[in-house]
């Protein structure tokens, strides 16, 4: 990537720039069409969300709706949408981790901010 001049091949490093745009394009669309699960309650609430953290479904099991008792209802409901969030970024940071990490000067790149890409 170098060049005789101690300079960088600028159109080569746009080249690895783009690709690794596009692998990031094609890992967030990935991301928006997978789909992970929570549960709370024992399984009684389930929700379900993209991989983006969109909200896909929630399924409450009739077992756990007491008009009494709506309190715990809601608690199962957020605690099943949190279970679901958090494994939707625990995905997210396994499909753009190693992406990510190529941005900030990794694999042999230079830090793509200082060049103005970015940032």
Same mark, same amino acid.
């Given at each position: 990537?170098?060049?005789?001049?101690?300079?960088?091949?600028?159109?080569?490093?746009?080249?690895?720039?783009?690709?690794?745009?596009?692998?990031?394009?094609?890992?967030?669309?990935?991301?928006?069409?997978?789909?992970?699960?929570?549960?709370?309650?024992?399984?009684?609430?389930?929700?379900?969300?993209?991989?983006?953290?969109?909200?896909?479904?929630?399924?409450?099991?009739?077992?756990?709706?007491?008009?009494?008792?709506?309190?715990?209802?809601?608690?199962?409901?957020?605690?099943?949408?949190?279970?679901?969030?958090?494994?939707?970024?625990?995905?997210?940071?396994?499909?753009?981790? %190693?992406?990510? =990490?190529? !941005? @900030?000067? +990794? $694999?042999?790149? %230079?830090?793509? =901010?200082? !060049? @103005?890409? +970015? $940032?």
């Amino acid at each position: 990537m170098a060049q005789p001049g101690g300079g960088f091949d600028l159109s080569q490093l746009m080249q690895q720039a783009q690709q690794m745009q596009q692998k990031l394009v094609e890992a967030q669309e990935e991301l928006a069409n997978t789909e992970v699960t929570g549960t709370a309650g024992g399984g009684l609430v389930t929700a379900t969300v993209s991989g983006d953290s969109q909200l896909k479904s929630l399924h409450i099991d009739p077992k756990v709706v007491d008009p009494d008792d709506v309190e715990t209802l809601s608690d199962l409901i957020v605690a099943a949408v949190r279970d679901a969030s958090a494994s939707a970024q625990k995905l997210t940071e396994q499909k753009l981790g %190693p992406l990510a =990490g190529g !941005l @900030g000067g +990794g $694999g042999g790149m %230079p830090d793509l =901010g200082s !060049l @103005g890409f +970015g $940032g």
